[in-house]
Nanobody
Framework: QLQLVESGGVLVQSGGSLRLSCAAS????????IGWFSQAPGKEREGVSCISRSDVKTNYADSVKGLFTISRGNAKNTVYLQMNSLKPEDTDVYYC????????????????????WGQGTQVTVSS
């Protein structure tokens, strides 16, 4: 069973930066598309960013384009989300998710497409 563990969520001031990590336990993420999602209390999870198998394709929500960057670590068992110029409205619980993929150049920002989820990490941006 693939397990994902997020880390890196903390309290940060508006305008600051964070790097979230998503680590796989016992598996390499090389064959998986990975997504980052955010969720506020009482709301649905929203796609933030994703990266395809083999890192050919990345997608970002319009609200984070040019601010957030998704990447995969050299060991292929960790995916990062670099978050810059954070705003109070970025405050959410952030989840990473994985789906095994036979396609190298596709990833989607729909939570329904992912099979494995981490427990989430809280990001709080103060004004």
């Amino acid at each position: 069973q693939l397990q994902l563990v997020e880390s890196g969520g903390v309290l940060v001031q508006s305008g600051g930066s964070l790097r979230l990590s998503c680590a796989a336990s016992g598996f390499t993420l090389e064959y998986y598309a990975i997504g980052w999602f955010s969720q506020a209390p009482g709301k649905e999870r929203e796609g933030v960013s994703c990266i395809s198998r083999s890192d050919v394709k990345t997608n970002y929500a319009d609200s984070v384009k040019g601010l957030f960057t998704i990447s995969r670590g050299n060991a292929k068992n960790t995916v990062y989300l670099q978050m810059n110029s954070l705003k109070p409205e970025d405050t959410d619980v952030y989840y990473c998710a994985a789906v095994i993929s036979r396609v190298f150049n596709i990833c989607v920002l729909s939570s329904y497409e992912y099979d494995y989820w981490g427990q989430g990490t809280q990001v709080t941006v103060s004004s």
